[in-house]
């Protein structure tokens, strides 16, 4: 059983960064990919990014290419989304993710352990 739990999410104006940390329990932290979600009011959960247990690997969502930065401590359980040049479109709840596979992440349907979400929203 894996517990995920997300901080660092607030309000920011547009332009700026924030960085969101999901911090794992459990000691198999690193046999799993990690990954970050996010879903805006009406709209369908989205696939933001991932990460491999090892955290050699990285993949990410066209819309965030070139902003945002996923990565992990193992030493710390803890897994990071540094989001930077926020727009207001950025607004959303973003929820970590665990999973054995990094496949499964990136297909954004489903995943082992979910986190309770962390609010960010954008003022333009």
């Known amino acids: 059983q894996v517990q995920l739990v997300e901080s660092g999410g607030g309000l920011v104006q547009a332009g700026g960064s924030l960085r969101l940390s999901c911090a794992a329990s459990g000691r198999t932290f690193s046999r799993y990919a990690m990954g970050w979600f996010r879903q805006a009011p009406g709209k369908e959960r989205e696939f933001v990014a991932a990460i491999s247990g090892s955290g050699t690997i990285t993949y990410y969502g066209d819309s965030v290419k070139g902003r945002f930065t996923i990565s992990r401590d193992n030493t710390k359980n803890t897994a990071y989304l540094q989001i930077n040049s926020l727009k207001p479109e950025d607004t959303a709840v973003y929820y970590c993710?665990?999973?054995?596979?990094?496949?499964?992440?990136?297909?954004?349907?489903?995943?082992?352990?979910w986190g309770q979400g962390t609010q960010v929203t954008v003022s333009s």
């Open positions: 993710a665990a999973d054995s596979s990094l496949g499964t992440l990136i297909a954004g349907t489903t995943a082992d352990y």
